[in-house]
Nanobody
Framework: QVQLVESGGGLVQAGGSLRLSCAAS????????MGWYRQAPGKQRELVATKTSGGSTTYADSVKGRFAISRDNGKNTVYLQMNSLKPEDTAVYSC????????????WGQGTQVTVSS
């Protein structure tokens, strides 16, 4: 079983930056797709970004141009660089691994809180 542990969350002022890390207990190179989700209070969970082993990325419209997902297969770690943060980015951010053909994910981290103050 693969465990995913997020870190890097915290409190930041609007306009600031954070880099989230997701460390996996095993190899992530075998997972074609890694992703980041977020869930804000009163809102549904939202797919923020994905990245495939081949380098393809996707981003939610709300974060495009501000966030960047990257992966270091050698360190078994996925990152989410978040720049120009806005209060509406406040949420619990979770990483996910190994997206299935049905659109679900096999592995999830527990999440890390990101709070952006105005």
């Amino acid at each position: 079983q693969v465990q995913l542990v997020e870190s890097g969350g915290g409190l930041v002022q609007a306009g600031g930056s954070l880099r989230l890390s997701c460390a996996a207990s095993g190899s992530i190179s075998r997972f074609n797709t890694m992703g980041w989700y977020r869930q804000a209070p009163g809102k549904q969970r939202e797919l923020v970004a994905t990245k495939t082993s081949g380098g393809s990325t996707t981003y939610a419209d709300s974060v495009k141009g501000r966030f960047a997902i990257s992966r270091d297969n050698g360190k078994n770690t996925v990152y989410l660089q978040m720049n120009s943060l806005k209060p509406e980015d406040t949420a619990v951010y979770s990483c996910a691994a190994d997206r299935t053909w049905g659109g679900t994910w096999r592995y999830w981290g527990q999440g890390t809180q990101v709070t952006v103050s105005s």
